[in-house]
């Protein structure tokens, strides 16, 4: 890697191939379980808590891993990024 944007980009990769790994789980135990073993629906609605009336309609599997992905990168990304970028300083004895 030549310089430090290579080596953040590395780090933000890795994490969100993680959160990639957290989402295709738990949508694991979402197709295994409740559609699988119950035969369950295939289409989801997001709703805001505090106002029912905003919603987001899904279709598919497809459609829940974009935005549940999209939506974790989005919440934890920084501060995954900044606790392994730490983690690798350590690791390099650099401070």
Do not use: W
Not at 14 to 39: A, H, M, P, T
Not at 66 to 93: C, D, Q, Y
């Amino acid at each position: 890697m030549k310089d430090t944007n290579q080596i953040e980009k590395a780090i933000r990769d890795k994490c969100v191939k993680e959160i990639n790994n957290i989402v295709d789980s738990f949508l694991n135990e979402i197709e295994n379980k409740l559609r699988g073993e119950y035969n369950s629906c295939n289409f989801y609605t997001l709703k805001h808590r505090k106002d029912p009336k905003k919603e987001i309609s899904l279709m598919g599997m497809e459609q829940l891993k974009t935005v549940l992905n999209g939506m974790l990168v989005e919440g934890h990304i920084e501060s995954m990024l900044s606790i392994k970028s730490r983690e690798l300083i350590k690791k390099l004895e650099l401070i």
